[in-house]
C-alpha cells in the first residue's frame, strides 16, 4: 500500500453467501486530512463498506488496508454505550488512557503518605508518569471534556445512558469518538435517528477535524457537511 495514503481498497469484493453480493470491484485511497462522503441508497452496502474500513469485517476478496500505525473509529447507526456508566464515564472512555495516567499519578502521591512507603521507587515512577502527562498535555483534560461535552450539547455527566434518547446516544458516542482522535473518522448515515435538534451536527465539526473523515448517507445535503469530495 503507497505510504502517502491513510487507507487503501484495492478490487474488493464482499459477498454473503454464494449469492448475495454486497460489493463488487472497489478500489479507494485517502489522503490524510480528506474529507469523502459516500452517497447511496439504503442497501446499497454502506454501512458494509464502513464496517470494513473499521476493522470489524474483512472483504471476501481484495485488499482492505489501514496504514500502520493509524487508528480508524466508527459511529454506527445505533451506537453502543456502557449501560455501567453515565454519560461522563461514556465520554471519558474515549481519553480512558489519558485519564489513567491522571488517575495513577494521584495514586502515586497518595502513596507518599503510606507508612512504609518506599520513596525512591515512587519518585522514579512519578517522573515517567508525569513525564507522559507532559507530553500529552493532559492536565487539562478535564477541561477539554467539559468543552467537548458543551460543545456537542451532550445531557447532564451524571445522567443513566440508558434514560437517553437516540439522538442523545448518538451525540455522547460521537464526543467520545472525536475525542479519542481515529486517524480515519468513518461516520454511519449521521442523522439517522436523531431528534430535531441533533440533525445538523456534523456541520460545525468535521471540516475541523484533522483525521480524515468518511461519511455515508442517503442524502446529499447531510454530506455537504463534510466539505469534501462525495462519491456517489
Given amino acids: 500500500m503507497p505510504s502517502d495514503y491513510v487507507y487503501t481498497m484495492y478490487r474488493a469484493d464482499k459477498f454473503y453467501g ?3 453480493q454486497v460489493l463488487a470491484n472497489i478500489s479507494l485511497s485517502f489522503l490524510p486530512g480528506a474529507k469523502i462522503g459516500v452517497l447511496g441508497p439504503n442497501g446499497a452496502g454502506k454501512s458494509t463498506l464502513l464496517r470494513i474500513r473499521a476493522g470489524r469485517d474483512g472483504p471476501s476478496s ?3 488496508e489501514l496504514a ?7 459511529l454506527e447507526q445505533e451506537p453502543e454505550l456502557d449501560p455501567t456508566k453515565d454519560v461522563r464515564g461514556n465520554v471519558e472512555d474515549g481519553v480512558r488512557p489519558l485519564r489513567d495516567l491522571l488517575d495513577r499519578f494521584n495514586e502515586i502521591s497518595a502513596a507518599f503518605a503510606e507508612p512504609d512507603a518506599d520513596y525512591d521507587t515512587l519518585l522514579a515512577e512519578q517522573a515517567k508518569v508525569q513525564d507522559a502527562i507532559d507530553r500529552a498535555d493532559v492536565w487539562q483534560l478535564d477541561d477539554r471534556l467539559d468543552h467537548a ?3 456537542l450539547r451532550l445531557p447532564e455527566g451524571d445522567r443513566d445512558v440508558e434514560t437517553l434518547s437516540g439522538g442523545e446516544r448518538r451525540r ?3 464526543c467520545r469518538l472525536l ?3 481515529p486517524d480515519l473518522l468513518l461516520l454511519d448515515d449521521p442523522p439517522n435517528h436523531l431528534d430535531a435538534e441533533s440533525v445538523l451536527w456534523p456541520k460545525p465539526f468535521l471540516p475541523a477535524y484533522k483525521g480524515t473523515c468518511v461519511a455515508v448517507a442517503q442524502h446529499r445535503y447531510v454530506l455537504a457537511t463534510c466539505h469534501g469530495s462525495i462519491l456517489d
Wanted: aromatic content about 0%; overall charge negative; cysteine-free.
Fill in 18 to 20: 454464494p449469492d448475495r
Fill in 62 to 64: 481484495g485488499i482492505a
Fill in 68 to 74: 500502520p500505525g493509524a487508528s480508524a473509529g466508527l
Fill in 149 to 151: 461535552m458543551d460543545a
Fill in 172 to 174: 455522547v458516542a460521537l
Fill in 179 to 181: 475525542l479519542s482522535a
